[in-house]
Structure formats: C-alpha cells, structure tokens
C-alpha cells in the first residue's frame, strides 16, 4: 500500500503536495490564493482602504459629517486647514462626510446582500434538489413575475411606498435580487445533485438539510463568490442612485449618492466641481475594487 501511494505521489507531485479537502476547507484555500491575482489584489485593496475608513471614520475625521463650518463655506480642497478635500455649500467638511457615507454604504451593502442570498440560496437549493411544484413556484413563477420589472423602477417603488430607510433598502434589494440569485443557485444544484458524494451522502442517511449546506452549498460557491462580490457594486451603484433621487439614507446620515445630487448644480460652476466629483470617485473606486476582486476571483476558481 505505502509503494502504491508513494508511486502516486511521484506521478502526481500536485497531488502529492495538496491534501484532498473537503468543500469548506477548499474555500478558505482559494481565499489564500488571492495574492496570486493582481486583478484581485488590487480589487481587495480598494474595497479594504474604504472598509478601513468605515471603521476609523471617528478617528480619521476632524470635522462631524453634519458640522458646519460657517468660516469655510466651498472652500475648494488643501486650501484651509482641516479641510484637505474641501467644505460643501453649506460649510460642512466633504472628508468627513465621504468617510461616515462609506460607514453607511459598507453597512447597508453588505447586509443587503447577506439577506438576498440567504433568500435565493434558500429558494436555489430547494427547487434544484426536490424539483417538482416546488421548483414551479419558487423559480417558475415567483421569479418570472419578480424579474419582468425593471430592477431600478422595482427600487423606486418600494423606497417610494414604504419610505425611505437602510431597512428598505436591504428589503428593495433582497425582493429585486433574490429571484437571480434563486436561478443560478438551482442550476448548479441542478449539476451537482446526481454526483457521486451526494449519492454516498444519501446512502449513508444523511438528511437533506445536511447534503444541501455541507455537500452541494460549499462545491457551488465559485460561481456564488463571484456574483456575490459583482452584486455587491451593483448595490452600492443603486444606494447611490436612490441617495441621487432623494430615496436613500435619510438625512442627515451623509450618503455619497445624496453628496452628489445637493452639489449636482455646482458641477457648472468655475472651481466648485469638486463638489459633485469626489463622491462620484468614491462610488466609482469602491464598485471597481468589487468589480477586479470578482475577476480575480473568477480566474482563481478556474484553476481550483
């Protein structure tokens, strides 16, 4: 037996290096090999650098996000001390609330998104592993009738009815994404429920719970990564555009979408366009950041 594995190990030196792991463990394993894409280190470090002003935004900013400074009213940037990126129209310092709008973007965002896949994980795996009238409902019709909205107009509507709030935004998003999340969860359900694990899984009386979470979930999670890293731009993008339409965080929590839309007019104005840009740059950075680190993600899965 010792002859047989070692000639193995030899013909296969890969193999001989990496253990055989189970769906979990090669999870944590791909997350090591981000180092191994530029694409996705580059992406991981604009996501981080505005996750690290989320989370320091007290101690990084002079100035409250709803403080004004009466003496220093569209002061463009580095021009007064203090206030290294500028004050808006009304005096209050563009640092700080660009750095309290990233604490409310990256806490809105990402608790939208663990509520939408927890939802469409959910769905996915139910009407991809028992089929039936349970995949009838669940993708077949609930997903077709959700889905033939537009996504920004399903938005508007619901922030519209039942007001504006970080809560109804995390419910907007989970109701608009859930259904897409739904689709491709059933399609990979779909591909790896006859698999031999799950048949031994099956075999050995496992429940159905338990080959969901521990068999099938983590063997499906690089094409999920991946949409979940994607969706979280795209849910920064429609925070943004609600805070640009008066639908998003109520004020005075400062939101990058809203910085926008109350300096729009002084887009026009000689020397006062900073005002309206750098909340763009900041949309425009973080949602690229989530962009590169899917990419990065996706070349890795390949090669997982």
């Not at 107009?153 to 009815?161: D, G, K, R, S």
């Not at 970080?166 to 491709?184: D, H, K, W, Y």
């Not at 099938?216 to 991946?226: E, K, S």
């Amino acid at each position: 037996m010792t002859d047989t594995t070692t000639d193995s190990a030899r013909a296969n030196p890969a193999s001989a290096e990496q253990p055989d792991r189970t769906g979990w463990a090669r999870f944590f394993y791909s997350i090591g090999l981000l180092r191994e894409s530029p694409a996705a280190m580059l992406g991981l470090s604009l996501v981080m650098l505005w996750v690290f002003v989320a989370i320091f935004a007290d101690v990084i900013t002079v100035w409250g996000p709803n403080e004004y400074d009466y003496s220093a009213i569209s002061v463009p940037p580095l021009t007064v001390d203090g206030h290294w990126l500028g004050t808006d129209i009304s005096g209050r310092d563009i640092w700080s609330r660009l750095a309290y709008g990233a604490r409310a973007t990256l806490t809105v965002a990402p608790a939208a998104i663990l509520v939408c896949y927890f939802v469409g994980i959910t769905m996915g795996m139910l009407a991809g592993y028992y089929g039936g009238w349970i995949d009838s409902i669940l993708i077949s019709r609930i997903s077709d009738i959700i889905l033939s909205f537009p996504l920004i107009i399903l938005f508007i509507i619901i922030i519209t009815v039942f007001g504006a709030s970080a809560l109804n935004i995390i419910v907007a998003v989970t109701l608009a994404s859930s259904p897409g999340i739904g689709r491709i969860v059933r399609g990979l359900t779909l591909d790896l429920r006859n698999l031999e694990y799950v048949s031994a899984a099956q075999i050995r009386g496992e429940r159905s719970l338990y080959i969901m979470a521990v068999e099938l979930l983590p063997n499906a999670r690089g094409p999920l990564i991946v949409d979940a890293c994607l969706r979280m731009g795209y849910t920064v993008i429609t925070i943004g555009i609600l805070g640009f339409l008066g639908l998003g965080l109520p004020p005075p929590d400062p939101d990058w979408g809203g910085m926008v839309s109350e300096s729009r007019t002084m887009a026009t104005v000689p020397g006062m366009a900073y005002m309206p840009i750098i909340p763009s740059i900041a949309v425009s950075s973080l949602v690229i950041g989530f962009n590169l680190l899917a990419d990065g993600l996706r070349e890795i899965s390949t090669r997982d």
